[in-house]
C-alpha cells in the first residue's frame, strides 16, 4: 500500500514538473521576441538630426544616422543635445 502510494506521487510529480518546463519555454519564447521587434521599430523612427557643429534629438524622424551619432543613444533629458568642441569631440550638452 505504502508503495503503491509512493509511485503515484513520484508520478504526479514528474508530470507536472514536465509540463510546467514546456509551458514556461513556449510562453518565454514569442513573448521575447515581440519585445525585441516593438523595441527595434520604436529606435528606428528616432535619430540625431546633424549640422557640422550641433545634433539635436528628434523623435520620429526618418532618414540617415550620422556615423558618429549611431552609439550615443537618447539624451538625458529632452532638452539635451550634442555639440562639437575643439578637437572635434561631442560633448552633451544641457540646458539648467
Request: glycine share 8%; with cysteine; hydrophobic share 45%.
Amino acid at each position: 500500500m505504502m508503495r503503491n502510494i509512493a509511485l503515484s506521487l513520484l508520478a504526479t510529480v514528474m508530470v507536472s514538473a514536465a509540463t510546467v518546463n514546456r509551458a514556461d519555454a513556449s510562453v518565454a519564447g514569442p513573448a521575447k521576441g515581440l519585445a525585441a521587434v516593438a523595441v527595434d521599430d520604436t529606435i528606428i523612427q528616432a535619430r540625431w538630426v546633424c549640422n557640422a557643429y550641433r545634433c539635436e534629438w528628434h523623435a520620429w524622424y526618418p532618414g540617415e544616422i550620422h556615423p558618429y551619432a549611431r552609439n550615443w543613444g537618447v539624451p538625458r533629458t529632452p532638452g539635451c543635445f550634442r555639440e562639437r568642441r575643439r578637437g572635434g569631440r561631442w560633448i552633451e550638452t544641457c540646458p539648467r
